[in-house]
């Protein structure tokens, strides 16, 4: 089964940006469809960004959408989420996730199998 780790996180002014990173081990990254979940305190975790085998199947929610780009390196095995214009509502434990499947129009947190331990992101206003 395939590891994940996550990095990138920090404190961030309001109007920043930043580019996590999720590094898999394991199994063949490009076998997999990714995802980046957040959770904020107190509420639940949510699906922000998704990305299939290849660069044909993405998906933004709405929060983020228009300000971030999610990508990934099959020859790196690493997926990428780079924000920017940070709004303090960004604040929250970012969590990637992966499904060793094809594109299915992912949203749920039930839709991916694994999970990473999550990079805090702590945006300042």
């Given at each position: 089964?395939v590891?994940?780790?996550?990095?990138?996180?920090?404190?961030?002014?309001?109007?920043?940006?930043?580019?996590?990173?999720?590094?898999?081990?394991?199994?063949?990254?490009?076998?997999?469809?990714?995802?980046?979940?957040?959770?904020a305190?107190?509420?639940?975790?949510?699906?922000?960004?998704?990305?299939?085998?290849t660069?044909?199947?993405?998906?933004?929610?709405?929060v983020?959408?228009?300000?971030?780009?999610?990508?990934?390196?099959?020859?790196?095995?690493?997926?990428?989420?780079?924000?920017?214009?940070?709004?303090?509502?960004?604040t929250?434990?970012?969590?990637?996730?992966?499904?060793?499947?094809?594109?299915?129009?992912?949203?749920?947190?039930?839709?991916?199998?694994?999970?990473?331990?999550?990079?805090?992101?702590?945006?300042?206003?």
């Amino acid at each position: 089964q395939v590891q994940l780790v996550e990095s990138g996180g920090g404190l961030v002014q309001a109007g920043g940006s930043l580019r996590l990173s999720c590094t898999t081990s394991g199994d063949t990254f490009s076998t997999y469809t990714m995802g980046w979940f957040r959770q904020a305190p107190g509420k639940e975790r949510e699906l922000v960004a998704a990305i299939g085998r290849t660069y044909l199947n993405t998906y933004y929610a709405d929060v983020i959408q228009g300000r971030s780009t999610i990508s990934r390196d099959n020859a790196k095995d690493t997926v990428y989420l780079q924000i920017n214009s940070l709004k303090p509502e960004d604040t929250a434990v970012y969590y990637c996730a992966a499904v060793r499947a094809g594109w299915n129009n992912p949203r749920r947190t039930s839709d991916f199998r694994y999970w990473g331990q999550g990079t805090q992101v702590t945006v300042s206003s």
